[in-house]
Nanobody, 120 residues
Framework: QVQVVESGGGLVQPGGSLRLSCAVSGSIFSITTMGWYRQAPGKQRDLVADITSGGITNYADSVKGRFTISRDNAKNTVYLQMNSLKPEDTAVYYC??????????????WGQGTQVTVSS
């Protein structure tokens, strides 16, 4: 099986920064796209940012210029650096990885979610 473990969430003041980490382990042949999603109470889960195995990134308009996604392929880990945080960024953040567990067999794997709260 595949495990997805997230860390780095917490409480910060507006304008502050947090760095989320997500490590994927288990039966991994390769990982294509990795990404971060978020869900606030009463709202749908939306894409924040994702990154391909080759390093191509994609961001939601609401976080462009403030958030940076990166990955370490050797460690099967994806990061989300969040700067200039706003109260509107408050949500549960979920890590997603498209994992090939054997040749030509892939699946979407999700983390448990980590709470990010931006408040004074």
């Amino acid at each position: 099986q595949v495990q997805v473990v997230e860390s780095g969430g917490g409480l910060v003041q507006p304008g502050g920064s947090l760095r989320l980490s997500c490590a994927v382990s288990g039966s991994i042949f390769s990982i294509t796209t990795m990404g971060w999603y978020r869900q606030a109470p009463g709202k749908q889960r939306d894409l924040v940012a994702d990154i391909t195995s080759g390093g191509i990134t994609n961001y939601a308009d609401s976080v462009k210029g403030r958030f940076t996604i990166s990955r370490d392929n050797a460690k099967n880990t994806v990061y989300l650096q969040m700067n200039s945080l706003k109260p509107e960024d408050t949500a549960v953040y979920y890590c997603n990885a498209n994992v090939y567990y054997r040749y030509r067999y892939n699946m979407d794997c999700w983390g448990q979610g980590t709470q990010v709260t931006v408040s004074s």
